[in-house]
T-cell receptor
Framework: NAGVTQTPKFQVLKTGQSMTLQCAQDMNHNSMYWYRQDPGMGLRLIYYSASEGTTDKGEVPNGYNVSRLNKREFSLRLESAAPSQTSVYFC????????????FGSGTRLTVV | QKEVEQDPGPLSVPEGAIVSLNCTYSNSAFQYFMWYRQYSRKGPELLMYTYSSGNKEDGRFTAQVDKSSKYISLFIRDSQPSDSATYLCAMKGAGGTSYGKLTFGQGTILTVHP
């Protein structure tokens, strides 16, 4: 099925551990995004990549890094996880020329203990 | 103050009711307005899309945009239990640094009970 695929779906980390969230899309979209979703806060943009080879900070980038590996893949790395990073993480993609919004993945539920 | 404000609810209605969901915004550069529906433990999916002011209808759903008031609405007629979800408004400008990037509301949790 065409769309955005995120792995893993669930993860529990200990404080200080590192991990990488993977995202891949097969719609030939230029732009990709990482969001976190917390109760009462809505979706907050962490990082985005307008096109292959470029990345930019969003609203809440601290504690995260990203890599746009190629046009299909955009990964999010937590170098030293903190309990405040417990959240649901969504990857999304869009055609940079469209105004029709994003296609989202199904999310990664991360708990940091 | 957030750029986009949305009442988080929760909103509980009986089956068959008309539901009104609303967002206000402060950035006059926003020109594209969307509503996403998010079922529990799923990613958001695009439900409705409108450009500038006006109405758009799709089956039981109607989206309205009033740019003069910086106010958008989503109406659901004859609501069904399957409409139970979180509804997020989203909007973007036409160019510049906001190009391609959506700004989301907090989401409204809707429950339609039989």
């Amino acid at each position: 099925n065409a769309g955005v695929t995120q792995t893993p779906k669930f993860q529990v980390l200990k404080t200080g551990q590192s991990m990488t969230l993977q995202c891949a899309q097969d719609m030939n979209h230029n732009s990709m995004y990482w969001y976190r979703q917390d109760p009462g806060m809505g979706l907050r943009l962490i990082y985005y990549s307008a096109s292959e080879g470029t990345t930019d900070k969003g609203e809440v980038p601290n504690g995260y890094n990203v890599s746009r590996l190629n046009k299909r893949e955009f990964s999010l790395r937590l170098e030293s996880a903190a309990p405040s990073q417990t959240s649901v993480y969504f990857c999304a993609s869009s055609d940079a020329d469209t105004n029709y919004g994003y296609t989202f993945g199904s999310g990664t539920r991360l708990t940091v203990v | 103050q957030k750029e986009v404000e949305q009442d988080p609810g929760p909103l509980s209605v009986p089956e068959g009711a008309i539901v009104s969901l609303n967002c206000t915004y402060s950035n006059s550069a926003f020109q594209y307005f969307m509503w996403y529906r998010q079922y529990s433990r799923k990613g958001p999916e695009l439900l409705m899309y409108t450009y500038s002011s006006g109405n758009k209808e799709d089956g039981r759903f109607t989206a309205q945009v009033d740019k003069s008031s910086k106010y958008i609405s989503l109406f659901i007629r004859d609501s069904q239990p399957s409409d139970s979800a979180t509804y997020l408004c989203a909007m973007k400008g036409a160019g510049g640094t906001s190009y391609g990037k959506l700004t989301f509301g907090q989401g409204t949790i809707l429950t339609v009970h039989p």
